[in-house]
């Protein structure tokens, strides 16, 4: 995490488009020219296909952006095996739960990766520093929504391979042993609880 400083809405635009320029257009593994969406909490902009229209909103919301403070921090669950989907999820899900609402967030993973560590790219204007505890407290939601990511699809993944015979829930209780019915001992139920971290 680094921030650069401006007043001026005019010099917020200029400094945070050359970030956003990076994020989207650095070359991939395959070296293949970027072709990143920009994401913000309310919309998506695709620069190579939106041309001048999406880059001066883009650059109308870092002009209006309050405080002077422009953020651009690398986020990374440190989960090698994570989708370009599941980064996005998990790097929104980690900034909203801290109240980060007005972001720009650029996913650099699966096809558009460029190394072998999924991650994402996020410009944040913001009207202050951000403080060790900030920090902090971002790497715990980091933490708790990169279980979340890593569970939930594993949870749905049992319930298609066992069908109506599969329970998952959020309950406590972990992994339940197989239980055979009352009429027929040959015949197993599987039960799977998961549980999620606060």
Same mark, same amino acid.
Not at 56 to 63: D, I
Not at 172 to 185: A, F, L, M, V
């Given at each position: 995490?680094? +921030?650069?400083?401006? *007043?001026?809405?005019?010099? /917020? &635009? !200029?400094?945070? $488009?050359?970030?956003?320029?990076?994020?989207?257009?650095?070359?991939?593994?395959?070296?293949?020219?970027? @072709?990143?969406?920009?994401? =913000?909490?309310?919309?998506? +902009?695709?620069?190579?296909?939106?041309?001048?229209? #999406?880059?001066?909103?883009?650059?109308?919301?870092?002009?209006? *952006?309050? #405080?002077?403070?422009?953020? !651009?921090?690398?986020?990374?669950?440190?989960?090698?095996? $994570?989708?370009?989907?599941? =980064?996005?999820?998990?790097?929104?899900?980690? %900034?909203?739960?801290?109240?980060? @609402?007005?972001?720009? %967030?650029?996913?650099? &993973?699966?096809?558009? #990766?460029?190394?072998?560590?999924?991650?994402?790219?996020?410009?944040?204007?913001?009207?202050?520093? +951000?403080?060790?505890?900030?920090?902090?407290?971002?790497?715990?939601?980091?933490?708790?929504?990169?279980?979340?990511?890593?569970? &939930?699809?594993?949870?749905? *993944?049992? !319930?298609?391979?066992?069908?109506?015979?599969?329970?998952? *829930?959020? /309950?406590?209780?972990? /992994?339940?042993?197989?239980?055979?019915?009352?009429?027929?001992?040959?015949? /197993?139920?599987? =039960?799977?609880?998961?549980? +999620? #971290?606060?």
């Amino acid at each position: 995490m680094n +921030f650069k400083t401006a *007043s001026q809405g005019a010099v /917020k &635009a !200029r400094i945070g $488009m050359k970030s956003i320029d990076y994020f989207t257009r650095r070359p991939t593994l395959e070296a293949e020219p970027g @072709d990143r969406e920009v994401i =913000t909490r309310d919309g998506r +902009f695709r620069l190579a296909d939106d041309g001048e229209q #999406g880059r001066r909103e883009l650059e109308k919301r870092l002009e209006q *952006s309050n #405080g002077d403070h422009l953020y !651009r921090v690398v986020m990374s669950s440190g989960n090698a095996g $994570m989708t370009a989907q599941e =980064t996005e999820r998990w790097a929104r899900s980690v %900034l909203e739960r801290n109240n980060i @609402d007005n972001y720009m %967030l650029v996913v650099h &993973a699966g096809a558009q #990766g460029h190394t072998d560590h999924p991650h994402a790219h996020v410009l944040i204007p913001a009207e202050k520093c +951000f403080t060790v505890e900030d920090i902090r407290q971002l790497r715990v939601a980091g933490d708790v929504e990169q279980q979340q990511v890593t569970y &939930a699809p594993r949870a749905m *993944s049992i !319930r298609q391979d066992y069908g109506d015979e599969t329970n998952v *829930s959020g /309950k406590p209780g972990g /992994k339940q042993p197989e239980r055979e019915t009352e009429n027929d001992r040959s015949q /197993k139920k599987r =039960t799977v609880d998961i549980q +999620f #971290g606060n």
